[in-house]
């Protein structure tokens, strides 16, 4: 059975192993007032289903990666379609894309081959609010 996230909202499928990455998410949430975006960690059930059903490896990708309207979208193209939505003049970034993709993911893989070492926070985790853990996809 499909799931519906994919295809009502955008997914954003995560390393959720990551501080960084999980910071990312958090970032994202922040900005994103009208819960436009869903969530998925690519270790997750509702991940890997996500990510089967649109071909996408399950390993060795160092990206985040977005689902829309059907495509997916990865490295500097993600990040940039999911600023293009967040409040706070983030989507000014957008304009990036008319820089050639390639010197954009060189960008990008330079921060997502660092990502680990660039967030050093506590191993605690925050306990999310129930308006928060809506907005990640669960069987």
Same mark, same amino acid.
């Given at each position: 059975m499909?799931?519906?996230g994919p295809r009502e909202h955008p997914v954003v499928i995560f390393d959720g192993e990551c501080k960084f990455c999980n910071a990312a998410v958090n970032f994202i949430i922040d900005r994103d007032p009208n819960a436009v975006? #869903?969530?998925a960690a690519?270790? *997750?059930p509702e991940g890997y289903r996500v990510m089967k059903e649109y071909g996408i490896p399950g390993e060795g990708l160092d990206s985040l990666l977005l689902v829309e309207d059907g495509r997916v979208f990865v490295r500097s193209?993600?990040?940039?379609?999911?600023?293009? #939505?967040?409040?706070g003049g983030w *989507?000014?970034?957008?304009?990036?894309?008319?820089?050639p993709r390639p010197v954009r993911d060189a960008a990008y893989d330079v921060v997502a081959k660092n990502r680990k070492r660039l967030l050093r926070t506590s191993d605690a985790c925050a306990v999310p609010t129930p308006e928060r853990r809506a907005r990640f996809l669960s069987a």
């Open positions: 499909p799931l519906p975006f #869903r969530f690519r270790q *997750s193209n993600a990040g940039l379609r999911i600023a293009r #939505r967040l409040r *989507s000014v970034l957008y304009a990036l894309m008319a820089v």
